[in-house]
């Protein structure tokens, strides 16, 4: 059953058009995960979710029907605290909705455990990290008997142990209760780490492109093209520069500023350099080893980062470890620009 449904919806401030969804259904007790660059309207289409805000156009559904407010609960990235002891705000909502005082510590410790926060339960607010504030919030919204919770950035800016403390609450959440989880990251490894269902926003809509590898370039025309035609692409080529020198050729005909994306797939990995027709070779060293949706996930330091995707088996006869030198190889035609 569906939880969500939005029709042609469309969200303007002023003259902005910031968000424009034809069509979304998200199912019940479901896990999703919203991806995109600053900008992409993450956060205004979680505002519409959670009933915070109104679309301009279209509609919200949410179980075909207008909501009862108590039924959605939102964490924001910098969340409100009140002026009381974490054990209190995170207690607030249960004593909003009149459940004994009895039962409230054996609801909220276990969650507050997780999060790391039950050693603090005494403390005040006003005396708590950014951090500790937003697990407290987040301990606060996963307390309550709500269908939908929705998470903005929980995890970003922190460190790892408090990343996976609220990674893990969130997942046994979504694999223990009937719950709708909704958050969003800038972190695309740690969204397919935590579910499948990853909704990739860009430019206020969902596109079904993968946005790994995300840079924002200046496209230019290089001194010397190169043979394009080899490389399939007739429009002619530009040269992008992704960060600390390192430049990439693209296959289009567009120049100035852009969004590029190179799907990790699409990236050869090798131990020597491949004398191909294909024009990106890039040196660099393994940092980084995860297995994402069956693949393994090289996360790769050519004083940029890039994301590479192989098989189980490609790994194993390449036998790859951490901290070796490899090369990756790419078309230009493999270059997305948005």
Request: glycine share 6%; proline share 4%; net charge positive.
């Amino acid at each position: 059953m569906n939880l969500y449904e939005l029709k042609k919806v469309k969200k303007r401030y002023g003259s902005l058009l910031a968000l424009d969804i034809p069509s979304l259904t998200l199912a019940e007790g479901n896990f999703y995960v919203v991806y995109g660059p600053n900008g992409a309207g993450k956060t205004t289409l979680l505002n519409l979710l959670a009933f915070l805000d109104k679309a301009s156009e279209g509609e919200v559904l949410f179980h075909n029907s207008q909501p009862d407010i108590k039924d959605v609960t939102m964490v924001m990235q910098n969340p409100y605290l009140f002026k009381t002891t974490a054990l209190g705000n995170v207690s607030r909502g249960l004593v909003f909705r009149s459940i004994n005082k009895n039962k409230i510590e054996k609801m909220v410790m276990p969650v507050m455990k997780q999060l790391g926060i039950w050693e603090m339960r005494n403390r005040e607010a006003r005396s708590l990290s950014g951090g500790e504030k937003r697990r407290v919030a987040i301990a606060r919204a996963m307390v309550l008997d709500t269908k939908a919770l929705i998470l903005d950035e929980p995890i970003s800016h922190l460190d790892n142990i408090h990343v996976n403390l609220i990674e893990n609450a969130i997942s046994d959440m979504a694999g223990n209760t009937k719950k709708t989880i909704i958050m969003t990251t800038h972190d695309l490894s740690k969204a397919h780490k935590l579910t499948s269902n990853v909704i990739y926003l860009l430019n206020g809509k969902i596109t079904d492109k993968p946005l790994w590898n995300m840079f924002r370039v200046n496209l230019t025309t290089p001194e010397k093209v190169p043979p394009v035609v080899r490389d399939g692409a007739p429009n002619g080529v530009k040269k992008a520069g992704v960060g600390q020198g390192v430049e990439i050729y693209v296959a289009t005909d567009r120049t100035g500023s852009a969004l590029t994306a190179i799907d990790p797939k699409d990236i050869i990995v090798s131990r020597q350099v491949i004398h191909s027709s294909a024009l990106n070779n890039l040196r660099g060293r393994i940092v980084s080893i995860n297995e994402i949706n069956g693949l393994v996930d090289l996360v790769v330091d050519t004083k940029v980062f890039f994301h590479a995707f192989i098989t189980r088996k490609s790994f194993s006869d390449l036998h790859l470890s951490v901290g070796e030198e490899i090369f990756l190889t790419f078309k230009a035609s493999a270059v997305e620009v948005f």
